[in-house]
């Protein structure tokens, strides 16, 4: 049974950082790519960053890029977000999910119903 497992979340003051850990277990990961969404009150669902467990490989939405880093430790099954310069706007329940058809991030790693797998996600609220 597939499991993602998001941490990390929490309150923060703008301008501040935080790093959010998405344990996955269940089945090997290596060839997968892993995904970070997040939705707002009220908002739909947005692609935040993806990464390829395999390569290394990138690919951020332009709302967040230059200020997060996406990354993975493979051998731990576990995918990091670091957050920088948060501004009231970063303020969602922050998802992790899982994609087995694609070994490497691309344009269609935006969208949400490219990833079968999904945590329950952690709160990011950012204070003004």
């Known amino acids: 049974q597939v499991q993602l497992v998001e941490s990390g979340g929490g309150l923060v003051q703008a301008g501040g950082s935080l790093t959010l850990s998405c344990a996955a277990s269940g089945r090997t990961f290596s060839w997968y790519t892993m995904g970070w969404f997040r939705q707002a009150p009220g908002k739909e669902r947005e692609f935040v960053a993806a990464?390829?467990?395999?390569?290394?490989?990138?690919y951020y939405a332009d709302s967040v890029k230059g200020r997060s880093t996406i990354s993975t430790d493979g051998a731990k099954n576990t995918v990091y977000l670091q957050l920088n310069n948060l501004i009231p706007e970063d303020t969602a329940v922050y998802y992790c999910a899982a994609d087995s058809s694609s070994r490497i991030p691309r344009r269609n790693s935006e969208n949400s119903w490219e990833y079968e797998y999904w945590g329950q996600g952690t709160q990011v609220t950012v204070s003004s």
């Open positions: 990464i390829s467990v395999s390569t290394g490989s990138t």
